[in-house]
T-cell receptor, first 113, second 112 residues
């Protein structure tokens, strides 16, 4: 019940294309859903986060779509660029401690020029 | 640069040994978190400290312990090391234990 399942494990997209990564959770007590981006040799960095009171949040080329009834959320990267090549992690936490994150297994994204 | 500093960046040691990983949080952040990243387990929450006190515990082994000092830096102690403890250990900090986590660049531990 504490798991966050992420797919796909890896993704190859052409420059300018749309990258889509999906996550699913089971624990209905989760109410904070961030996405983290990690480059090789670096720590994860927060990309964008959403709470279940909204169904979509957009920041630049990055959009989170959230489906509370299905307990699923996804990250869309529009106009994907080679610089977006990284590992992306979805995560979930309860509002009482948003730093105690349950992470998905990660998606390695490669954007080809 | 997240502002979170971790030392050492790399550490190679033998089974049965003990090591200490150090973390300095961002200036002003009261909460420190430790995470372990490995190929098979992914990113896992270990433990959280808030202003010197333990706040939350995750999948942390009994051989591991942590503390946060009055100057807010934190140390993660790993003892009786096993091959399976080889991993990246990340420290993260946040202002009050809610909101965005800022991760350091990690300490890579190799147990031979």
């Amino acid at each position: 019940q504490q798991q966050v399942k992420q797919s796909p494990q890896s993704l190859i997209v052409q420059k300018g294309g749309i990258s889509i990564i999906n996550c699913a959770y089971e624990n209905t007590a989760f109410d904070y859903f961030p996405w983290y981006q990690q480059f090789p040799g670096k720590g994860p960095a927060l990309l964008i986060a959403i709470r279940p009171d909204v169904s979509e949040k957009k920041e630049g080329r990055f959009t989170i779509s959230f489906n509370k009834s299905a307990k699923q959320f996804s990250l869309h990267i529009m106009d994907s660029q080679p610089g977006d090549s990284a590992t992306y992690f979805c995560a979930a936490a309860g509002s009482s401690n948003t730093g105690k994150l349950i992470f998905g297994q990660g998606t390695t994204l490669q954007v080809k020029p | 640069d997240s502002g979170v500093t971790q030392t050492p960046k790399h550490l190679i040691t033998a089974t049965g040994q003990r090591v200490t990983l150090r973390c300095s949080p961002r200036s002003g952040d009261l909460s420190v978190y430790w995470y372990q990243q490995s190929l098979d387990q992914g990113l896992q929450f270990l433990i959280q400290y808030y202003n010197g006190e333990e706040r939350a515990k995750g999948n942390i082994l009994e051989r591991f312990s942590a503390q946060q000092f009055p100057d807010l830096h934190s140390e993660l102690n790993l003892s009786s090391l096993e091959l399976g403890d080889s991993a990246l250990y990340f420290c993260a900090s946040s202002v009050r234990g809610v909101g965005e986590l800022f991760f350091g660049e990690g300490s890579r531990l190799t147990v031979l």
